[in-house]
């Protein structure tokens, strides 16, 4: 098992809040663990789980150079003895950035492919030609999402507050983490803010979604992804910064900054009624912070 540390929820007292008459409280998953942080957790736990189960003895899994997934795969493979190996998109850079340089220092083996081979990351071809390189190998997909990610996902809305919140609200990329959320919690309409540009996450939620078990009332807000994946600008950046030393929480550029620079716009444009009370889930990815601030 990985370990795992339970984290704090703190209150957020900042005036444009208390004019709007809103509560907002942050869930410090980011906290969870040092290498594993935030949602990935979740999603790695039961994959890893039944990899070794499986009796494996190396999980493969995808991602580009700046991927949570790989590093957060890679420490966790590591930390349960497990061989891992990323494939990666694009060729290899040097010097590498922290994301891959942390991914090899512990130990994950980086497979660098063109971006068209990249493209067919879940053809089976694509996936035999890896088992004739690497052998067996546990399969996660790109991002971490899959049936076992979700049961993960589901069982850390059961680690939020037993007191109500209107709402949770959460950055999204593949849309596992706001799947399980929108099944496992008890209370409040889901809110995610979408980190990549364009309306398809509401689709791609629905397709991950158990339609015959209970869930919570959702949406997705794409208006927040200040021009694209992993895209910032100045308006964000001083954001980030600003909340960090009035809170004493950091927030990463690619998911939870816009997140809550979405919550406070909204809050400010009066879109929540007087005396909502907002749950903000911090999903970690801080340690991308370091290559965003190098670019
Ligand atoms: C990966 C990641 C997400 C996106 O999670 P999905 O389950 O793919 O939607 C959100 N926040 C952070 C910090 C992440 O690293």
């Not at 949570?68 to 040097?94: F, K, P």
């Not at 010097?95 to 990351?121: C, D």
């Not at 992804?225 to 030393?245: E, P, R």
Request: aromatic letters at 10%; charged letters at 15%; proline letters at 4%.
């Amino acid at each position: 098992m990985l370990s795992y540390r339970a984290t704090p929820v703190i209150p957020i007292s900042d005036d444009p809040l208390s004019a709007a008459g809103i509560t907002l409280h942050v869930k410090r998953e980011d906290l969870n663990h040092p290498h594993v942080s935030g949602n990935k957790w979740w999603k790695l736990k039961y994959n890893l789980e039944a990899a070794k189960q499986q009796g494996h003895t190396t999980v493969l899994t995808f991602g580009g150079a700046y991927s949570n997934h790989l590093y957060a795969t890679a420490a966790a493979a590591h930390a349960l003895d497990l061989r891992s190996i990323g494939v990666v998109r694009g060729e290899r850079t040097a010097p590498l950035n922290t994301t891959l340089a942390f991914a090899q220092a512990a130990g994950m083996h980086l497979h660098y492919v063109s971006r068209e081979a990249y493209r067919q990351k879940t053809d089976e071809d694509f996936h035999k030609t890896l088992h004739g390189q690497f052998g067996d190998f546990y399969t996660i997909p790109e991002g971490g999402t899959n049936t076992l990610a979700l049961k993960g996902t589901r069982e850390f809305a059961t680690t939020f507050p037993t007191e109500p919140f209107d709402y949770i609200c959460l950055p999204v990329g593949t849309g596992g983490t706001m799947a399980g959320i929108i099944q496992g919690a008890v209370y409040g309409e889901v809110i995610g803010f979408s980190a990549l540009k364009g309306s398809f996450l509401t689709d791609e939620v629905k397709v991950l979604l158990d339609h015959d078990a209970p869930m919570r009332p959702w949406h997705i807000n794409d208006q927040y992804h200040m021009g694209g994946y992993a895209k910032t600008n100045d308006v964000l950046t001083t954001f980030i910064k600003n909340f960090q030393s009035k809170h004493n929480i950091p927030l990463d550029f690619v998911y939870t900054g816009k997140m809550m620079w979405g919550i406070y716009d909204l809050v400010q444009q009066g879109c929540f009624a007087r005396g909502s009370r907002i749950l903000a889930i911090h999903t970690g990815g801080l340690q991308g912070n370091g290559d965003m601030l190098a670019q």
